[in-house]
């Protein structure tokens, strides 16, 4: 049977509005959905429209106006005028959404969603005499360009149909890039032309590391046999990934995939030793930590990174590419002979100086080829090509240098974005890397955020980890809802709410079937 839903005031609806909107002028009236909502707009908006279809589906059809003296429910219309991502909703006796591209159009169409009932998140039925949407006008527009979620899959493999609802559940917080972690020490999960062995050997450990490695890395970073002996794996075909691509597509948001360069780079060698420095690795590996093994500088070492981007290039045409370039201690290059050779004959003395030769080599390769490019913040440390976004992870006063320095920069700060990090402490906590972090940790990101005062912070993203986040429910109780207080930060540039004002959004996820954290 439909559900019976009692109509929320407007004050009500507008406080429910996740991320809020500059602006919300309800008025006294509703105007109801009709059995045929017929639409009319460019065949740019054809994603949005298709977003909305597939949610009131249950209750009833979207049609496109097939003339001009049909009657229309929706006009969406695109005004460049108005900022890219910015949109205008005005209703009264249909709907009108002007938008500042298809991207304000899929925001405009997110937020007539959120001003009906939860349950057209969900799978139905869903009752049309409840569908009814308060008249008024509503302008809005984001405050950053780049507004993300991270997601690791090379620690845990992670389905492509949890990615798939994953990326709706974004699109609901107005999120529009995904950064997709798909290579690690513990795991390779794209095929790479003429490289078999990485979703054969590379893509698969015989086990994970039971609770978190000895600390400071008492086994020299290497393996742990003390692991739970299950093995653990999995590569995504290109398909599945251009699949993904497509479906981010239509929702609004760019796949930013990454290729973990030079450091993080185990399962690599593990597949082609001859790629590495010499250690006996036969297996990616089972523990966590920071490695010592990761290829070597060698022409061959530097064709296979090539052959890897070129992949990811071709698999995501649209897309930022993503280069690693964390966490490399470069120690092994100077016990490889071939390695040391090249850098005695570059004049090279340090790690750091290596990396950046390296790192040189690989940005040349995707700027060559048209790409925007990005790293993570240790990239600074030896000079970063101009070219090179930086992402910053560890430090807020680094995401400040690298504005400063000319670089187009990304605020990750593990203090305020690392979701991985759990939310309780005490033993009937799950193991995690650390905890807490609070929604009032989150809400420090706002802070962060608003000191640097530069045009190159293009906005932030949040952080899941999965070393011991190791299934799709774990990662959602992760993400959410510290992740919705994340998306509305950025989203607005205000402070965050408390999570008393985020109820809505938190209802809107149940009926969504995702497994928030209550």
Same mark, same amino acid.
């Given at each position: ?20 909107? =500059?602006?919300? +002028? ?31 589906? %249950?209750?009833?059809?979207?049609? =496109? ?44 169409? $997110?937020?007539?969603?959120?001003? !009906? ?5 969900? @799978? ?17 527009? %984001? ?23 994953? !990326? ?11 950064? #997709?972690?798909?290579?690690?020490? +513990? ?7 003429? /490289? ?11 086990? &994970? ?92 070492? !530097? ?16 897309? @930022? ?7 490399? @201690? ?12 090249? #850098? ?10 290596? $990396? ?28 970063? %090509? ?20 000319? *670089? ?8 305020? &974005?690392?979701?991985? *990090? ?22 420090? #990101? ?8 530069? @045009?190159? !912070? ?10 011991? #986040?190791?299934?799709?429910? +774990? ?13 509305? +930060? ?25 497994? /928030?954290?209550?």
């Amino acid at each position: 049977m439909p559900r019976e839903v009692e109509m929320p005031t407007n004050d009500t609806l507008i406080r429910g509005l996740c991320p809020q909107p =500059r602006q919300v +002028q309800l008025t006294e009236g509703r105007f109801p959905l009709p059995s045929v909502l017929t639409w009319t707009g460019p065949d740019e908006v054809i994603n949005a429209v298709t977003i909305l279809t597939e949610r009131l589906a %249950p209750a009833l059809d979207v049609v =496109r106006a097939t003339s001009h003296t049909d009657d229309v429910s929706l006009t969406v219309i695109v005004d460049p005028a108005l900022e890219a991502e910015g949109y205008r909703i005005d209703i009264d006796a249909q709907v009108r959404i002007t938008a500042g591209s298809p991207s304000g159009a899929r925001w405009a169409v $997110q937020t007539l969603l959120q001003l !009906l009932t939860p349950w057209v998140y969900g @799978p139905g039925p869903l009752a049309l005499k409840h569908l009814c949407l308060p008249k008024g006008v509503i302008v809005d527009a %984001p405050h950053h360009s780049w507004r993300g979620a991270h997601l690791d899959v090379s620690r845990h493999f992670m389905p492509t149909s949890f990615i798939m609802s994953f !990326l709706d559940v974004l699109a609901v917080h107005k999120l529009n890039r995904l950064h #997709l972690h798909l290579t690690d020490d +513990q795991g390779w999960r794209l095929p790479v032309p003429g /490289w078999p062995r990485l979703t054969t050997v590379g893509a698969w450990r015989p086990g &994970t590391v039971r609770g978190h490695q000895p600390p400071p890395d008492d086994n020299g970073c290497d393996d742990v046999a003390e692991h739970d002996h299950i093995p653990h794996g999995g590569a995504y075909t290109v398909d599945q990934l251009r699949a993904i691509d497509e479906r981010a597509q239509l929702v609004g948001i760019t796949v930013v995939p990454e290729v973990d360069l030079p450091g993080h780079t185990e399962s690599v060698v593990a597949a082609y030793p001859e790629l590495g420095c010499g250690a006996p690795i036969s297996h990616p590996r089972t523990a966590f930590g920071v490695s010592e093994h990761h290829i070597n500088l060698t022409d061959a070492a !530097l064709g296979f990174c090539r052959d890897a981007l070129d992949a990811v290039m071709e698999i995501f045409p649209n897309s @930022p590419i993503h280069i690693g370039g964390d966490e490399c @201690p470069g120690k092994e290059w100077f016990g490889h002979k071939p390695t040391r050779t090249r #850098l005695a004959e570059l004049g090279i003395t340090t790690p750091h100086q290596a $990396q950046a030769w390296f790192e040189r080599q690989i940005c040349g390769h995707v700027v060559a080829a048209g790409r925007q490019i990005i790293a993570w913040d240790e990239m600074l440390e030896a000079g970063a %090509p101009e070219e090179v976004t930086v992402m910053v992870w560890r430090d807020a006063d680094d995401i400040a240098r690298a504005a400063a320095a000319g *670089h187009d920069v990304i605020a990750a700060p593990a203090r305020h &974005t690392y979701l991985d *990090h759990g939310m309780e402490t005490g033993p009937q906590a799950p193991v995690t890397i650390d905890a807490p972090m609070t929604m009032d940790d989150v809400a420090g #990101l706002h802070d962060v955020l608003a000191a640097v005062n530069s @045009p190159h !912070l293009l906005g932030g993203q949040f952080q899941l980890w999965t070393e011991y #986040l190791c299934t799709p429910a +774990q990662v959602e109780d992760a993400a959410f809802p510290r992740g919705t207080s994340i998306a509305e +930060q950025l989203w607005t540039g205000n402070p965050a709410r408390p999570l008393s004002e985020l109820e809505a959004q938190t209802r809107r996820l149940t009926a969504m079937g995702v497994n /928030w954290h209550r």
